[in-house]
């Protein structure tokens, strides 16, 4: 089993960066992919970053990337999730999720458990 707790979200303008955090129980944290997620009211959740476990390859839906940056402290148990350049369409609840795979997918069917979520605004 593996739980995970997200914080960092908040309120931002247009243009400004924000820091998410996923703290993960577990020991085997480093042996889980993670992902980050979001979801908007009204709209499907949707893939936004993923992080293997090992050689920590990264991958970015192509309307964060270049501005998100996913990263993993093992030795933390966290994985981190840097935006900046915010945009009003960032606007969700993001997501953070673990998978027991070597490489990450982007559907969130793959994954096995899931935290609670962060709010993230960002005003025009």
């Known amino acids: 089993q593996v739980q995970l707790v997200e914080s960092g979200g908040g309120l931002v303008q247009t243009g400004g960066s924000l820091r998410l955090s996923c703290a993960a129980s577990g020991r085997t944290f480093s042996r889980y992919a993670m992902g980050w997620f979001r979801q908007a009211p009204g709209k499907e959740r949707e893939f936004a970053a993923a992080?293997?476990?090992?050689?920590?390859?990264?991958f970015y839906a192509d309307s964060v990337k270049g501005r998100f940056t996913i990263s993993r402290d093992n030795a933390k148990n966290t994985v981190y999730l840097q935006m900046n350049s915010l945009k009003p369409e960032d606007t969700a609840t993001y997501i953070c999720?673990?998978?027991?795979?070597?490489?990450?997918?982007?559907?969130?069917?793959?994954?096995?458990?899931w935290g609670q979520g962060t709010q993230v605004t960002v005003s025009s």
């Open positions: 992080i293997s476990w090992g050689i920590r390859s990264t």
């Open positions: 999720a673990a998978v027991s795979a070597i490489v990450p997918g982007t559907s969130p069917d793959e994954y096995d458990y």
